[in-house]
């Protein structure tokens, strides 16, 4: 059974930083392309970052590059979103995302929320 599990959200001061973390079971992270996606209330739920192969490939959307970097320890079989310099446009649910051979197996989500 697959189940991918965020932690780290919060409150954090616009300028501050976050780090994300999501563990897996039932498969292995290092085998699989695995995203960050976020939604804002009010909006459609967005990729921030994804990170796939053997060599760590990543991808990030102009919005967050620069800022996020994602991660991924494979003896821990964890996935991380080291966020920096946060902005209030950045207040959001984030939510893990495991691709399994075509098919999507998401977390519950963690409250990201930017505020001074």
């Known amino acids: 059974q697959v189940r991918v599990v965020e932690s780290g959200g919060g409150v954090v001061q616009p300028g501050g930083s976050l780090k994300l973390s999501c563990t897996a079971s039932?498969?292995?992270?290092?085998?699989?392309?695995m995203s960050w996606y976020r939604q804002a209330p009010g909006k459609e739920r967005e990729v921030v970052a994804s990170?796939?192969?053997?060599?760590?490939?990543?991808n990030y959307p102009d919005s967050v590059k620069g800022r996020f970097t994602i991660s991924r320890d494979n003896v821990k079989n964890t996935v991380y979103l080291q966020m920096n310099s946060l902005k209030p446009e950045d207040t959001a649910v984030y939510y893990c995302?495991?691709?399994?051979?075509?098919?999507?197996?998401w977390g519950q989500g963690t409250q990201v929320t930017v505020s001074s």
């Open positions: 995302k495991a691709d399994l051979y075509g098919l999507d197996f």
């Open positions: 039932g498969l292995n992270v290092r085998n699989h392309l």
């Open positions: 990170i796939i192969g053997a060599v760590d490939t990543t």
